[in-house]
């Protein structure tokens, strides 16, 4: 049976600001490991609410370093908590709890990554869906402990979200009052609060009405229980055909106006929107693998799996010629464990550590240049029954795979914008002795604010 949770305050210190005194606790617990901290003003036990007639004023904060600290425009957070700062000040008694539940849970890096992925035009539900997370990943079982440990079981609580009432009720306390804590909505958090509003049930009243006009596009993409909205191309809707003598190949990748996958090299960078994310997702489905280089697991901790539509996952594939696969990889906690192809070049401690933790290694000749042979290794995926690959990148993956000549369709996602970053291709003229690959029976459509462009590559 899980160990009941206890928690500890550590110590306390008198903290003056603007507003009033506060004494700030730091509290120790045996659950998350985090240090959750308690400001407190005046007398907080339950004894003096009823004293006063009045249940304490509590305001449960999840921490928001880039809104509480940096003063970001992209959420309500920091101006939340200086509100909740001032009137517990004002009413002379009352507690904050500023929990350590960065990006709902998610931690600050992944929250990061989220923000990405809402410029280009995910909400931030989606954005976490995507991720691979919750929505919300947060429970208020030490919230609840805390608030016992310092003599309180009703309140009245600060908040919008239904959510936080319900989970500290959950765990014994009694919110007799909800506080409103709305902030005034402007341009940069306008779309992030709607979504609170209409997805996460957040109690706000939007005073735009024209807002949720504005935003009828950002329909709920990973809402995969009904139907596919987006209809699949009907081009790419089949399963690839079969090829005799290795799977078939679909490259797929988006890019910039100019040609650039990423920023930088070894940078994460969001190009399409999520009409493009959700048709890669369908091809993914519709492949027996997919394959990625290692420089992509390094940039984005991709998990390759199918989380937009509803469809079979692929086999993971990563091409890795000195097994530099990292062990914390979000690969290896993935259902489908990946097959990592790589060479004599590599280390067998590295080789048996990642074996250990779940994968796949395959050792593979290399070509003059040190990289895995394609051949060999799609010789390697044909045994296995993968009859089609879809390739996503990166650069040199890309390059390697179009100067072999190994590619049976592009599947191109140009978002519109001009990066000047890393280009998909590299070098090809040099190494496939100037025989260019040509797209024929092109075809295009729009989907969101990209076009995708596909067809059959040959080499003639
Ligand atoms: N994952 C993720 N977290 C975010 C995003 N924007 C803000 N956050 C985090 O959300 C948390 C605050 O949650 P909110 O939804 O703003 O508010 P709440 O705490 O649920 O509800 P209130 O009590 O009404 O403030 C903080 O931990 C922020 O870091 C985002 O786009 N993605
Ligand atoms: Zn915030």
Request: hydrophobic share 40%; glycine share 8%; charged share 20%.
């Amino acid at each position: 049976m899980a160990e009941p949770i206890s928690v500890h305050k550590m110590s306390g210190a008198r903290i003056p600001t603007d507003v009033g005194e506060f004494t700030l606790c730091l509290y120790h617990n045996n659950l998350d490991g985090k240090e959750h901290l308690a400001l407190l003003v005046g007398d907080v036990g339950d004894a003096a609410s009823l004293r006063d007639g009045a249940p304490l004023l509590v305001r449960v904060h999840s921490e928001c370093f880039t809104g509480d600290v940096l003063g970001s425009l992209r959420c309500d957070c920091g101006p939340q908590l200086a509100a909740a700062l001032r009137l517990v000040a004002a009413e002379g008694r009352g507690v904050i709890l500023y929990l350590r539940q960065e990006g709902r849970g998610i931690g600050l890096l992944e929250k990061l990554r989220a923000y990405n992925l809402q410029d280009v035009g995910y909400d931030t539900v989606d954005a976490n869906l995507l991720l691979g997370h919750q929505p919300d990943l947060r429970d208020y079982r030490v919230a609840a402990e805390i608030l016992k440990d310092l003599g309180i079981t009703s309140l009245r609580l600060m908040t919008n979200n239904p959510d936080k009432i319900a989970g500290l009720e959950r765990h014994g306390l009694h919110v007799a009052e909800r506080v409103p804590l709305q902030m005034t909505a402007h341009a940069e958090n306008a779309h992030y609060l709607d979504t609170k509003a209409r997805r996460m049930r957040h109690l706000l009243q939007l005073e735009n009405p024209g807002l949720n006009g504005s935003t009828a596009h950002h329909h709920p993409v990973l809402d995969t229980t009904g139907d596919d909205r987006s209809a699949l191309m009907p081009e790419l809707s089949a399963a690839p055909p079969p090829r005799p003598g290795r799977p078939y190949i679909t490259l797929s990748y988006a890019q910039s106006l100019d040609g650039s996958i990423a920023a930088r090299r070894g940078e994460q960078t969001f190009i399409s929107g999520p009409e493009a994310g959700r048709l890669t997702h369908q091809l993914r489905a519709r492949h027996d693998a997919i394959l990625v280089g290692i420089g992509t697991v390094l940039a984005d901790d991709p998990q390759l799996t199918v989380r937009l539509v509803r469809g079979p996952d692929p086999q993971p594939v990563i091409v890795d010629s000195r097994l530099r696969f990292p062990p914390w990889a979000k690969l290896l906690r993935g259902e489908r464990r990946p097959w990592i192809a790589t060479t004599d070049a590599a280390d067998p401690a590295r080789q048996a550590a990642l074996e250990a933790a779940g994968a796949r290694v395959i050792r593979l000749p290399a070509v003059p240049n040190g990289m895995v042979d394609l051949t060999a290794l799609l010789a390697y995926l044909a045994r296995r029954h993968m009859r089609s690959v879809m390739v996503e990148g990166g650069a040199t993956v890309i390059s390697n795979f179009l100067a072999a000549h190994l590619a049976d369709r592009l599947v191109l996602t140009i978002a519109p914008m001009i990066l000047g970053g890393l280009n998909a291709v590299a070098d090809l003229g040099r190494l496939n002795g100037r025989v260019m690959p040509r797209l024929v029976r092109p075809q295009y459509q729009t989907l969101g604010k990209d076009v995708i462009l596909f067809g059959d590559l040959v080499w003639e």
